[in-house]
């Protein structure tokens, strides 16, 4: 079992900055698949980060490329989402998630799908004003 935590969401204007952090607990060694989705009202959930944690292989949508930066540290079991250039159709409920014992051609060719994932967290609200 693995426990994911999200954290650092709040409100910011067009422009500004956040950094979420996910803190992962319970079974955490072992190399992942693991990914940021968000969820805006009234439209599915779509994945626009995610890493392979065995290596330093980074993915993005397109949506979020050149803004977003996913990372990880491995010593504090902690996954981040560096997002700049936040805009209002930024605003939604950010999710981490992670598969376990993920391949690395898994991770790398699903790692935006939803159904990839075995744990998710609760969610952290990120809302973007103009």
């Known amino acids: 079992q693995v426990q994911l935590v999200e954290s650092g969401g709040g409100s910011v204007q067009a422009g500004g900055s956040l950094r979420l952090s996910c803190a992962a607990s319970?079974?955490?060694?072992?190399?992942?698949?693991m990914g940021w989705f968000r969820q805006a009202p009234g439209k599915e959930r779509e994945g626009i980060a995610g890493?392979?944690?065995?290596?330093?292989?980074?993915y993005y949508a397109d949506s979020v490329k050149g803004r977003f930066t996913i990372s990880q540290d491995n010593a504090k079991n902690t996954l981040y989402l560096h997002m700049n250039n936040l805009n209002p159709e930024d605003t939604a409920m950010y999710y981490c998630?992670?598969?376990?014992?993920?391949?690395?051609?898994?991770?790398?060719?699903?790692?935006?799908?939803?159904?990839?994932?075995?744990?998710w967290g609760q969610g952290t609200q990120v809302t973007v004003s103009s």
């Open positions: 319970g079974h955490t060694y072992g190399t992942y698949c």
């Open positions: 890493i392979y944690t065995g290596g330093v292989n980074l």
């Open positions: 998630a992670a598969h376990p014992a993920a391949p690395y051609a898994y991770c790398s060719a699903s790692w935006w799908r939803v159904d990839n994932y075995v744990y």
